[in-house]
């Protein structure tokens, strides 16, 4: 992916870091946001670094760095430079935003704006007695489940391949969000209703998940990606967006339900960390212009 070019004389840096991190679309979503919003002496990099290089790395910024977005798998070394960690990030147990704030850096957690954002806009708010089902039960499921508590739900459904090791790596923050919430094995996600699902499955579980759908009968009333809900037409969100559609997004098109790409997540959490970095706030126009080049990018690959 091309970088944006800086004409300017570059005032502030923020960049992406992980291993790998070449295929991050960071850098176009943050350049883009710099170009609406008339930040020329912003410029938005990417570097590659390890779990055992992150904090001599970190260390070694000067004052021009203002921010850095965290991929795998720098989500929980991050806790040892942070001099302050909101409580999103601490419940979700990943900081994936680091801001310079004086001297020091503050830790934050935007993929839980980012679902809560793009479920919303496809109309999942919860209902009285709505249950919701979050797939997988890695790291990922810990900010499914406070997105989900934003949301409004108070009960959840969690399928993992071993819901053993699920119920031990969520049940803290399960608790600590006040949720109740019930784990199952893969298989039998989609014999439960639910009016959200949120897949963080990683591509190679998809085809899995799908296959559970095979069983479950299609919901009268199929909505385009994107669409307002139904009143009974249940919402899908898949965190993976590369090769879209997944096999689970395709399945579960077909049995009715309202599909979201993990495009449209991405999108939202960078459009709070440009915020968070910057201090600029991302207007309707800004954001559309982050997922005109989020969508132009990922239609390239």
């Known amino acids: 992916m091309a970088e944006r070019q800086v004409t300017s004389p570059v005032v502030h840096?923020?960049?992406?870091?992980?291993?790998p991190v070449d295929h991050s679309l960071s850098p176009v979503l943050h350049g883009a946001a710099y170009d609406a919003l008339g930040?020329?002496?912003?410029?938005?990099?990417?570097?590659?670094?390890?779990?055992?290089?992150?904090?001599?790395?970190?260390?070694?910024?000067?004052?021009?760095w203002r921010g850095l977005s965290l991929t795998?798998?720098?989500?929980?070394?991050?806790?040892?430079?942070?001099?302050?960690?909101c409580d999103t990030a601490r419940l979700a147990g990943a900081i994936n935003t680091l801001v310079r704030v004086g001297d020091g850096w503050h830790a934050d957690n935007t993929d839980v704006h980012g679902l809560t954002t793009a479920l919303t806009e496809a109309g999942a708010v919860a209902s009285t007695g709505d249950v919701a089902t979050v797939l997988g039960g890695g790291a990922t499921a810990r900010s499914a489940l406070c997105a989900l508590r934003d949301l409004g739900f108070g009960e959840v459904i969690v399928a993992a391949r071993t819901p053993e090791k699920a119920r031990a790596a969520l049940e803290r923050t399960a608790a600590e969000l006040g949720l109740t919430v019930a784990y199952v094995p893969l298989g039998e996600w989609a014999t439960r209703d639910s009016a959200v699902v949120l897949s963080t499955l990683a591509p190679g579980g998809s085809a899995a998940a799908a296959e559970a759908l095979s069983t479950r009968g299609s919901h009268s009333q199929t909505q385009a990606?994107?669409?307002?809900?139904?009143?009974?037409?249940?919402?899908?969100?898949?965190?993976?967006?590369?090769?879209?559609?997944?096999?689970?997004?395709?399945?579960?098109a077909q049995a009715g339900f309202i599909v979201v790409s993990g495009l449209e997540m991405l999108i939202h959490q960078a459009?709070?960390?440009?915020e968070l970095m910057t201090g600029h706030t991302c207007g309707p126009a800004v954001v559309a212009a982050m997922a005109s080049a989020a969508r132009t990018a990922t239609a390239r690959n």
């Open 13 to 19: 840096r923020a960049a992406v870091l992980g291993h």
């Open 271 to 274: 459009v709070r960390q440009v």
């Open 225 to 252: 990606d994107g669409a307002t809900r139904a009143h009974d037409a249940p919402v899908m969100l898949d965190v993976v967006y590369a090769h879209w559609p997944t096999p689970l997004a395709r399945a579960a």
């Open 72 to 85: 795998m798998p720098l989500k929980e070394v991050a806790a040892q430079v942070a001099d302050r960690v």
């Open 39 to 64: 930040l020329t002496d912003w410029a938005y990099g990417r570097h590659d670094v390890t779990q055992e290089r992150f904090v001599p790395f970190v260390d070694g910024l000067d004052e021009s």
